[in-house]
């Protein structure tokens, strides 16, 4: 009985609601709206992250050995030839490459220069290598071979194509392949591939060469042992999930783009806040007199709290699903004009919002109950 009871009243709340069809709007519109720039700045914040990372998600190593003193993919501190002997000789691990990870400027047939970001690849494995959308990557060995990838930056290498040749630090390259890849960079630069001896041969270097180094272990159980081994080095061993987590954790708090799109998030739930409480809050007041009239006629206190939540939690998800639909319509629409953007959805910044939202519904609830449970019904027929 109490729940027909319950529906009853939700249903009577429903039509309450969308029959003052000018609250109900602003009430939308102020979720909307809210949802919209919630998850607007958080989806822009997760492609970020998502290039920044790019480096680790496109090689694919489980474990990185590397300086503690790195805090992202794409400022590697040199590590001494040593170190990759060491790691080598650790019980646990299956095998250990080189790679080098760096920045050079090449020189395009139209005589422009371009700032590039240089991939070497371990001669013997090649591990870490792209897959290929034309060409063979056994001519990456060929003298000057290089391996671009195709992605958002490719355009500016002026549309390369296999047999296309530019000069790097004054030696000759020649593209032999083209690649495709997990993840697009963040710092808006072309990546190319090529084998570690040419990488560091072509491009000037300290006095080690190695970036990091790519661990297999040969099991999951072995990571620990692993990392400790490395650890007793003076150095750290980091698996892909522990490495973007760091850079996570710079690009939040040591930079100011966490900082910045935090601020905007909580704006956002500000604004949405304020225009859905007090929107909500002058909707009770002016049907002051309906709630009452439900009082006189036998709506108890429960039932009545039970609409206002009603009322809140619709309006909330309705407001959700349309600043949802508007926040996935403008990233695709600018993913297919604006191919730099960065920009991406995930559960993560979806399930914020909804929790956002559902904070929002709750505070205006509250403000609308107060009012409500104070109503004496003969105040009303008594005005």
Known sequence: MNLRQDLGIMRIGLKLLVNDRGKFSALLLGITFAVFLMAQMTSMFAGILNRAYSTVTNIGAEVW???????????????????????????GVSYAVPIFIGS??????????????VVGLDDNSLFGRPALESGQIQDIFADNGFVVVHDSEFNKLENPRIGTSFELNDHRSVIVGIARVAANGLNGVPTLYTTFSRATSYLPTTRFNTSYVLV???SAAAIAHIQAEVARLGYVARTRQEFNQLTAHFYTYQTGIGTNLLLMTIISFIVGLSISGQTFYTFIIENLEKFGALKAIGARNRQLVVMI??????????????????????????????????????????????VMVLVIAAISSYV?????????????FRG
Not at 104 to 117: E, R
Not at 334 to 346: D, G, Q, R, S
């Open 368 to 380: 609308g109950i107060r009012r409500v449970l104070r109503i004496e019904p003969f105040d009303i």
């Open 309 to 354: 939540l009603f009322m809140a939690t619709f309006t909330a998800l309705t407001g959700y699903g349309l600043g949802i639909g508007l926040v996935t319509l403008m990233i695709s629409v600018a993913h297919a004009e604006l191919p730099n953007y960065a920009a991406i959805t995930t559960f993560g910044n979806l399930g914020m919002a909804f």
């Open 65 to 91: 050995v590397m300086d503690p003193a790195v805090n992202t993919p794409a400022s590697p501190i040199p590590l001494p030839d040593y170190v990759l002997d060491a790691v080598r000789s650790i019980d």
């Open 104 to 117: 050079a400027q090449v020189k395009l047939a139209s005589g422009t220069f371009q700032g590039v970001s």
């Open 216 to 218: 297999k272990p040969k």
